[in-house]
């Protein structure tokens, strides 16, 4: 009889999350840190993110909008 191991990710890492930006920002970045300890974020703002002074900009809005530190 073959023997089964069972693995259970507590923590896992979201990778492909749309957070965009306003109101789904401040409504999905909650629920996702709930669930994962951090996520790959792809921006499609509108304006677009362009250079490192809006990818700043964007993460602190996103940790801004999650209740913990951790994400």
Known sequence: ????KTHTLLMP??????LRDGVMLENIAPLTA???SGA???????PP?????????YKKRIMAAVPNDFF
Request: hydrophobic share 50%; glycine share 0%.
């Open 1 to 4: 009889m073959p023997s089964h």
């Open 40 to 46: 790959i974020v792809m921006p499609n703002l509108v």
């Open 34 to 36: 709930y669930s994962y």
């Open 13 to 18: 890492l979201d990778m492909h999350l749309h």
């Open 49 to 57: 993110v362009e250079n490192l002074e809006d990818v700043i900009a």
